[in-house]
């Protein structure tokens, strides 16, 4: 399929030049314009991808991954959902994945900071060469495995978390089938 070049660029050229993503407090509201640039996780693929395990069905225990490789790095303005577990039925989905939360550390860590690249290689080319000649998917490999094993969960207020297990009995014991890990 193909569109038309004045198609494009006649929408291009409506579109605004500046648009705000809006938090539910206004605080962490993240602007987007032409200077500006947010980065976010993919949100809710069913599926996940890496070197070790290659394609497969997202699980929980990908999608907390997920969401550490997240607030571990300095670089993401806002958290969607990594992948959707798929291993939790559908209309139970949503209580097993908000057990990660229930803390203010996400919004606490993505403010406007200056990062380093973590994967693209600055160094001369014989700098890269001595050090083993790594790709691009060999080192961003090498930083998530360092990084999950680096990993300290966020401090999560007690009263928060037992808000969230209480909720999650509740509606269990209404019915629902326990999340399952």
């Not at 070049?5 to 032409?34: F, Q």
């Not at 060999?138 to 998530?144: E, F, G, K, V």
Request: hydrophobic share 35%; proline share 7%; with cysteine.
């Amino acid at each position: 399929m193909r569109i038309d070049r004045t198609l494009v660029a006649n929408a291009l050229a409506s579109a605004p030049k500046t648009i705000t993503l809006r938090a539910r407090n206004a605080e962490h509201d993240v602007p987007v314009s032409g200077v500006g640039v947010a980065f976010a996780p993919t949100s809710c693929p069913p599926n996940v991808m890496d070197i070790q395990g290659g394609r497969r069905t997202g699980t929980l225990h990908d999608y907390c991954n997920g969401i550490k490789l997240c607030q571990s790095f300095e670089v993401t303005h806002m958290l969607g959902a990594y992948t959707e577990p798929q291993e939790i039925e559908v209309n139970l989905r949503q209580l097993g994945m908000i057990r990660v939360f229930g803390c203010s550390h996400t919004l606490e860590r993505y403010r406007e900071a200056f990062y380093a690249p973590l994967v693209s290689e600055w160094r001369n080319y014989e700098s890269w060469k001595e050090a083993g000649s790594k790709n691009a998917t060999d080192r961003a490999h090498a930083i998530w495995k360092a990084t999950l094993d680096q990993y300290v969960a966020p401090p999560r207020d007690p009263t928060i978390v037992e808000a969230i297990e209480a909720f999650v009995q509740r509606r269990t014991s209404e019915g629902r089938a326990p999340p399952s890990s």
